[in-house]
């Protein structure tokens, strides 16, 4: 999710959040374009409330956004990584299509997946004599 600095599921596949640990990786995919930010869980278990916007109960797990570090207020301010660029990057793909995408990345996967759309935020972030924070 794009708002509140937390990892989110609905219905179904709420239960698909328990899954992650305090430190572990979370990537925010964006349907069409690719991985549109990095994060780590940081909180150690999750939470759950009835949604009144989507009308059922989300659960979710709290996360601290690494790469953008703020995450921008419309979409078309996203940079991404597209799954191309990350079977490239990685040496295999992801099965993109449910929530809970396995099999799961290896710390060192995430990391590079981390740097990787960290050097795509940099252009956007940069300028004159500003230190980029990605």
């Known amino acids: 999710m794009l708002k509140g600095n937390k990892v989110s599921a609905y219905g179904g596949v709420k239960d698909c959040v328990d899954r992650f640990k305090k430190d572990d ?4 995919y964006y ?6 930010a990095v994060g780590k869980i940081t909180s150690s278990k999750s939470e759950a409330f009835y949604n009144e916007e989507y009308k059922e109960e989300e659960k979710y797990q709290k996360v601290e956004w690494l790469v953008p570090k703020n995450l921008p207020a419309c979409t ?11 079977k490239m990057e990685l ?5 993109y299509a449910s929530t809970a995408k396995t099999p799961y990345l290896s710390m060192d996967e995430s990391e590079r997946i981390r740097q990787f759309l960290g050097e795509k935020y940099i252009p956007q972030n940069q300028t004159a004599g500003a230190i980029p924070t990605v």
């Open 76 to 86: 078309e301010e996203l940079c991404f990584v597209k799954p191309s660029e990350l």
């Open 31 to 36: 349907a069409g374009k690719g991985v549109v």
């Open 91 to 95: 040496g295999h793909g992801f099965f």
């Open 25 to 28: 990786y979370v990537l925010l």
